[in-house]
């Protein structure tokens, strides 16, 4: 079975541009590089990547283009490009488009304050990523994804991956509200879903693989097979699994499945909604 993780980061660390990464999280706190990723790749039988953004800047989705460039295991990357303002977003867009290895964008919307991905100028140039075939990683919280949902309204052209199945709060075992909001998201047919992040969400180092279950049965039930995608969140997993427990966890779960579903989240849905071609 051919496995692509759709979800990991690069960074040469600085305690001020990764100021997000706190003292509980001392592991992470030091440089993760593409040649540290590819030992984890070859180590667990997972053929290649796509990068995903860190910083908000345009030197960050530089640095990963260049990541890129020179490992070849890297298929994509998810930069990042200011949404918020109009004023560069089509001298941008025609930049990236001369580098295929860009296939997306993402900003840090989790934790933003309400009616941020509501402002006129984000869904305008949401709108702008469509018509340029770049793709829409959605990062936000359990709490923010009603208004995703609105979101998702405005820009319905636009292919969106939900990150980290919208980091419900597992820690505080509180699965409902958020089922019933994956219920109405994952209607809108342009939006596919990672499964990723959920050990960061639970109680780092203490959780066990049977509360995350229900999480993955209300995925999987909503978006169905063909529209969920494996990722890992390396590094930032570390802090709480290991890459082979999350990875053997998920091969654990899809056992039963057959193999055309299998093949489809752990390989061909990340080619689907990617766009990418071997």
Known sequence: MQIIDAHQHFWNYHPQKQSWIGDDMSLIQKDFLPKDFKIVLEKNNVESCISIQVDQNKEETLFQIDCAKHNDFINGVVGWVNLFENNCIDRELDFYKQHPIVKGFRHILQGGAEGLMLQKSFISNLNKLAKNDFTYDLLVYH????????????????????????????????????????????????????????????????????????????????????????????????????????????????????????????????????????
């Not at 509200?177 to 992040?197: D, T």
């Not at 039963?256 to 061909?268: A, V």
């Open 143 to 278: 709490n923010q994804l009603n208004e995703a949902n609105v979101l998702l309204k405005e820009v319905p052209d636009l292919p969106f991956v939900l990150n980290h199945i919208g980091k419900p709060d597992i820690k505080g075992q509180n699965i409902d509200e958020w089922g019933r909001q994956i219920k109405i998201i994952a209607k809108h047919q342009n939006l596919f879903c990672k499964i990723s992040g959920l050990t960061t969400e639970a109680t780092w180092n203490h959780w066990n693989e049977t509360e995350l279950i229900p999480y993955l049965d209300i995925i999987v039930e909503n978006f169905g097979t063909n529209r969920i995608i494996f990722g890992s969140d390396w590094p930032v997993c570390l802090v709480s699994t290991s890459y082979e427990r999350w990875l053997n966890l998920l091969k654990t779960y899809f056992f039963d499945f057959t193999e055309n579903e299998k093949n489809n989240f752990f390989y061909n849905n990340f080619i689907t909604f990617y766009n990418i071609n071997y």
